[in-house]
């Protein structure tokens, strides 16, 4: 079964900096691309970060040079640290990661953790 849990999060004024795990369990996890979306009120969920099993890492243009997506693949663990936050940050974040079964890509995702940034 695989299971992703997130921890972190929270509320921070402008400015401040949050950080988001993620921990995997189920999947090898060493092979997989783990990715970040959020979700703001009223608008469709998007991709943040993503990071894949060599590490290359990428942004969306919204948190580029203010977010950075890391793994830890001794502890199946990714995160996601965020600096100078801004009101626009405010959504729920989402670890996902997905793998093919028999032709069909399944996504997993994380419970989904708050982030409230206050100007």
């Known amino acids: 079964q695989v299971r992703l849990v997130q921890s972190g999060g929270g509320s921070e004024r402008a400015g401040g900096s949050l950080r988001l795990s993620c921990a995997a369990s189920?999947?090898?996890?060493?092979?997989?691309?783990m990715d970040w979306f959020r979700q703001a009120p009223g608008k469709q969920r998007e991709l943040v970060a993503s990071i894949s099993s060599d590490y290359r890492a990428h942004y969306a243009d919204a948190v580029k040079g203010r977010f950075t997506i890391s793994r830890d693949n001794t502890k199946d663990t990714v995160y996601l640290q965020m600096n100078n936050l801004n009101p626009e940050d405010t959504a729920v974040y989402y670890c996902r990661t997905a793998e093919e079964m028999s032709g069909t890509w399944v996504d997993y995702w994380g419970q989904g953790t708050q982030v409230t940034v206050s100007s």
């Open positions: 189920g999947i090898p996890f060493t092979v997989y691309t």
